[in-house]
């Protein structure tokens, strides 16, 4: 069981110019409304303590299937109502206080850690994963994506332990036996939480999955909107080539 | 009486309302020159038929004008000015206004596809010599717009008020503090505050959305109205104008822009839509190029994030500026000297030899003058970057080829401008990029570049052997 869990556990490369990203799972689907209910579900109960979502209305999780009673009774714990826009109670000077820096809101997280390395849901998949033990930090948490980042490992019961193992591997290089020498890092889980290794990742994917969908909850039908608007182009196109070619059959 | 003379519209198609119409049209015509208007810039307009690819921009450029005009009416409906609303406000636009998304996407993609076509225009313009006489007021007014685009941009960007628009608009503003003397009490001026605050999206917000649109649309209009009072260039820089139907009158080269440039035109708005549909509802952020990623993060005047970078159609000036360091100084001062030597060897008026000496040498003492003396490279790179920005007003006169378009231009013009559109395009890229050693040393090569294209305009297109205009357009 360990030893499975060594080989899927990511390796990451700590370098200067930072690293590398997990990409999300390809089978992540924006249509898989199963997943995205289970993100959201995480999301409200894990996240939304701290980190508001403030410019997400709770109705708009009617998106994905959700009916107006199920988000009321299932996914609301405060006060709000369903048309309310998804904020929390925390004082964001005191959390200051307390964090160092106030929980940032998520609403846009997907869309503001995209970079060159990776998509935003990439970004999130790997820091999701990335937490490891650090007595040196005042939460005793560190992170592989986010050096020294103030928030603990939140999800840590359903992770388990992580730690950081420092290996120095030998690599061949040449013909005269000549080796190069690799520090790599690589996430070692310690402790067993209360999933397994794949039914965290795939949790956390879910987790993604959602924050990228409230990163722009129209994605889905721009695209759609985008595939009409541009099959009614070609057509027009047609139009527009043809009579530009009969007004100008006779400029020669 | 002027009106009395004129003829009746000729309607050519028959119908009920045939006889109602063409008298509607008189009655106006005999209260507003409407069908002078028509034919002096559409039906009788006559433009050369052998308009390429590369002709296709202009008429573009006014499309995504009304695009931007059109769709920021919209966004201006639940769009907020204000610096505790104004981030929110948009992701309402984007989340809950019906179709707000779309509104916004035209406007951001728009706001790229501006300076796409815009530059492409230009490009134009440089290639076929479209700014050489008579049509330099033609491209003067073009790069008037071309500011008036730049501030439009400079200052809408700022609205949406996330961590580029605020640090984007604070670098640019503090780059007036550069100035001597005035600057910090100008960039107070600017702001309205001591830092980028409410005070200073609300001015920019008001520059945006009545300034600078009502200069641009003036501008616009005189663009067209010099264009048609001395006719359109075309790829082969020969004038229409010269051989003309002896019974009609109208250049034998021409053709009358509506219908063929009208439906042509039309054509040209299709394929451009396909192209800017396919980035709109596919990739809205263009790979962080059209919505920069930190963007979505709001404003937070006690954050700077590691690297602040415009959007990239002001790149290619930033990397000027970027690259005017201290060390750069002593190049730069070598690089006046040299030519105030040319122009001393090659120029035999007395006047202009003194002037450009006399010129040169203040430049020099205020570059690598004594300490104390010269001025700090950050206002030189300012002034570095301005004047590569107002340097191509300049162009009608530098140039002194005997012919306009590139096809007749010699290989020494054509190397140049191709080394111009490198260096645009390298300077650009490194704009986007954060500094390294081997980037400034880049950027500082290919500002020499671009500078030396214009600045030895006079001397390489003189030297180049071109080849004969042909008498008539070819295609």
């Known amino acids: 069981m360990l030893a499975c869990l060594l080989l899927t556990a990511p390796l990451v490369a700590v370098a200067a110019e930072g690293v590398k990203l997990d990409r999300l799972p390809a089978d992540v689907s924006p249509h898989d409304a199963i997943s995205l209910q289970r993100g959201a579900h995480v999301y409200v109960n894990y996240c939304l303590g701290c980190h508001s979502a403030a410019y997400m209305r709770y109705e708009r999780l009617r998106d994905f299937g959700l009916t107006e009673s199920q988000i009321r009774d299932n996914l609301i714990f405060t006060g709000a109502k369903v048309g309310d826009l998804m904020k929390i109670a925390m004082d964001p000077k005191e959390s200051k206080e307390w964090f160092g820096a106030p929980p940032p809101d998520l609403t846009l997280i997907a869309r503001s850690r995209a970079s060159g390395a990776g998509s935003g849901a990439d970004w999130l998949y790997s820091y999701l994963r990335g937490f490891y033990r650090d007595p040196s930090r005042p939460t005793g948490w560190n992170n592989t994506v986010f050096p020294?980042?103030?928030?603990?490992?939140?999800?840590?019961?359903?992770?388990?332990?992580?730690?950081?193992?420092?290996?120095?591997?030998?690599?061949?290089?040449?013909?005269?036996?000549?080796?190069?020498?690799?520090?790599?890092?690589?996430?070692?889980?310690?402790?067993?939480?209360?999933?397994?290794?794949?039914?965290?990742?795939?949790?956390?994917?879910?987790?993604?999955?959602?924050?990228?969908?409230?990163?722009?909850?129209?994605?889905?039908?721009?695209?759609?909107?985008?595939?009409?608007?541009?099959?009614?182009?070609?057509?027009?196109?047609?139009?527009?080539?043809?009579?530009?070619k009969e007004y100008w059959k006779d400029v020669h | 009486m002027a009106a009395a003379e004129k003829q009746p519209v000729a309607i050519t198609w028959a119908g009920p309302l045939n006889g109602a119409l063409s008298g509607l049209l008189t009655w106006i015509d005999q209260r507003f020159p409407l069908m002078s208007l028509w034919r002096d810039h559409l039906a009788e307009y006559y433009a050369p038929k052998n308009f390429n690819f590369w002709y296709y921009f202009g008429s573009l450029a006014m499309f995504v004008l009304v695009l931007q005009i059109v769709t920021g009416i919209f966004l201006t409906m639940h769009y907020k000015p204000d610096a505790a609303q104004a981030f929110a406000s948009v992701?309402?636009?984007?989340?809950?206004?019906?179709?707000?998304?779309?509104?916004?996407?035209?406007?951001?993609?728009?706001?790229?596809?501006?300076?796409?076509?815009?530059?492409?225009?230009?490009?134009?313009?440089?290639m076929y010599g479209s700014y050489r006489k008579p049509r330099e007021l033609v491209w003067i007014i073009g790069m008037a717009i071309y500011l008036c685009l730049m501030a439009e941009a400079f200052f809408g960007y700022l609205l949406p008020w996330g961590q580029m628009s605020y640090w984007g608009a604070q670098v640019i503003v503090n780059l007036f503090d550069a100035i001597p003397w005035v600057g910090p009490t100008l960039a107070i001026w600017i702001r309205g505050d001591y830092v980028v605050a409410d005070a200073t999206l609300n001015r920019f917000f008001a520059f945006h959305v009545i300034a600078i649109p009502l200069l641009l649309l003036a501008l616009?209009?005189?663009?067209?109205m010099a264009l048609h009072e001395v006719g359109s260039n075309n790829p082969d820089g020969v004038e229409i104008k010269k051989v003309k139907d002896p019974k009609t009158g109208h250049p034998l080269d021409g053709i009358p822009f509506h219908p063929y440039y009208t439906v042509k035109d039309t054509l040209g708005v299709v394929v451009f839509l396909i192209v800017f549909g396919v980035i709109l509802f596919f990739m809205p952020e263009f790979g962080g190029y059209f919505l920069e990623y930190n963007n979505f993060i709001p404003a937070d005047p006690?954050?700077?994030?590691?690297?602040?970078?415009?959007?990239?159609?002001?790149?290619?000036?930033?990397?000027?500026?970027?690259?005017?360091?201290?060390?750069?100084?002593?190049?730069?001062?070598?690089?006046?000297?040299?030519?105030?030597?040319?122009?001393?060897?090659?120029?035999?008026?007395?006047?202009?030899?003194?002037?450009?000496?006399?010129?040169?040498?203040?430049?020099?003492?205020?570059m690598k003058g004594p300490e104390g003396l010269a001025l700090d490279p950050k206002v030189w790179g300012v002034a570095l970057m301005g004047v590569g920005t107002l340097i191509y007003f300049l162009l009608p006169w530098l140039d002194r080829s005997p012919v306009k378009s590139i096809r007749y231009k010699g290989p020494i013009t054509k190397t140049a401008l191709a080394l111009f559109v490198v260096s645009f395009f390298v300077l650009g890229y490194l704009g986007t990029l954060s500094v390294t050693e081997g980037r400034t040393l880049a950027a500082q090569v290919f500002t020499f570049i671009y500078f030396a294209f214009f600045l030895l305009m006079p001397w390489y297109t003189r030297a180049d052997k071109t080849r004969p205009e042909p008498e008539r357009v070819t295609w």
Do not use: C
């Open chain 1, 148 to 244: 020294n980042v103030a928030m603990p490992h939140v999800l840590w019961q359903l992770q388990g332990e992580q730690v950081l193992r420092t290996e120095v591997r030998a690599i061949p290089r040449g013909s005269k036996g000549e080796v190069e020498k690799h520090e790599l890092q690589r996430l070692v889980l310690e402790k067993p939480g209360s999933m397994s290794a794949a039914e965290y990742d795939r949790m956390v994917a879910d987790l993604v999955n959602f924050l990228v969908y409230m990163g722009e909850p129209s994605r889905q039908f721009r695209i759609e909107l985008g595939i009409y608007v541009l099959m009614f182009l070609g057509v027009m196109f047609v139009f527009a080539y043809l009579l530009k």
């Open chain 2, 91 to 126: 992701e309402y636009i984007m989340r809950d206004v019906p179709a707000g998304w779309l509104i916004r996407y035209l406007h951001s993609t728009g706001a790229s596809f501006f300076f796409i076509v815009v530059y492409l225009h230009m490009f134009r313009g440089l």
């Open chain 2, 220 to 224: 616009v209009a005189a663009h067209i």
């Open chain 2, 302 to 366: 006690l954050k700077t994030p590691p690297h602040i970078a415009p959007v990239w159609y002001f790149t290619p000036f930033y990397s000027i500026l970027r690259a005017t360091t201290e060390d750069f100084m002593i190049y730069l001062a070598l690089g006046v000297a040299a030519y105030v030597v040319l122009i001393w060897r090659t120029v035999a008026d007395l006047r202009v030899r003194t002037a450009a000496a006399a010129v040169g040498a203040v430049l020099i003492f205020f």
